[in-house]
């Protein structure tokens, strides 16, 4: 399971950067750099583009994990550099984004996108899992969760758009309805789909402030 992430357009990058004449480059060792996002490559990619816009960047660094608390290291070890720039350009997930700013007396600006959690389903291509919505409904769909799988995020399907087991939306995605279906049928829980399920209670994905789980004894 990994954070997917894509490139900002640069034109966003240097609209982060326009008070910055010096830059500090950090790369992420393990998601960003599985998706040639954020790993040394890019880094020095981005190094060669930032110089070519004017910029002065400072010095560069993957850190391994940059979401870890050993980032906190990472950033000492590299304090010279870092001290000799106007801004961090961090080129991991938005949880790397914000490890690096905590231990960072500088601006710290995003250079990618999170767009979701996946797994590699085959070799270079990763597929959504969980939304991570807060109210889990596997337990009416056989284990497969209609908010990732369907086109439509249906709690009540199918749609009836299907063909062949194939969503109407795209030829190349299977029907999230017809394989929960087709699961529903070989548990013999047929019966669920006569269950009304309710709209997803949001609340639970988005309460306000940043959620937090306290494990007790």
């Given at each position: ?40 490559s ?18 560069w ?16 070890i590299?304090?010279k ?11 991991s ?8 700013t ?49 086109a439509?995020?249906?709690?009540n399907g199918p ?13 190349d995605?299977?029907?999230?309805w ?15 789909l ?10 639970t ?13």
């Amino acid at each position: 399971m990994i954070t997917i992430t894509e490139s900002k357009p640069l034109a966003e990058v240097m609209q982060y950067l326009q008070k910055s004449q010096k830059v500090y480059l950090i790369g992420c060792g393990t998601c960003a750099t599985m998706l040639h996002t954020g790993g040394k490559s890019e880094v020095l990619e981005m190094k060669d583009k930032l110089e070519a816009k004017g910029k002065q960047v400072t010095g560069w660094m993957v850190i391994p994990t940059a979401c870890d608390e050993l980032t906190r290291e990472a950033l000492k070890i590299n304090i010279k550099d870092i001290a000799a720039a106007d801004s961090i350009l961090v080129m991991s997930c938005a949880f790397g984004v914000q490890t690096v700013t905590l231990y960072a007396d500088k601006p710290v600006y995003p250079a990618l996108n999170s767009l979701f959690i996946g797994k590699e389903e085959t070799p270079g291509c990763f597929v959504e899992i969980c939304l991570q919505c807060g109210n889990c409904q596997l337990a009416n769909t056989a284990g497969i969760c209609p908010l990732v799988k369907c086109a439509k995020s249906l709690l009540n399907g199918p749609c009836g758009g299907s063909v062949e087991g194939k969503c109407e939306v795209s030829p190349d995605i299977p029907c999230a309805w017809q394989l929960i279906i087709d699961r529903l049928r070989a548990l013999g829980q047929l019966d669920k789909l006569e269950e009304i399920v309710p709209p997803q209670d949001w609340s639970t994905s988005s309460a306000g402030a940043p959620r937090r789980t306290v494990l007790k004894d």
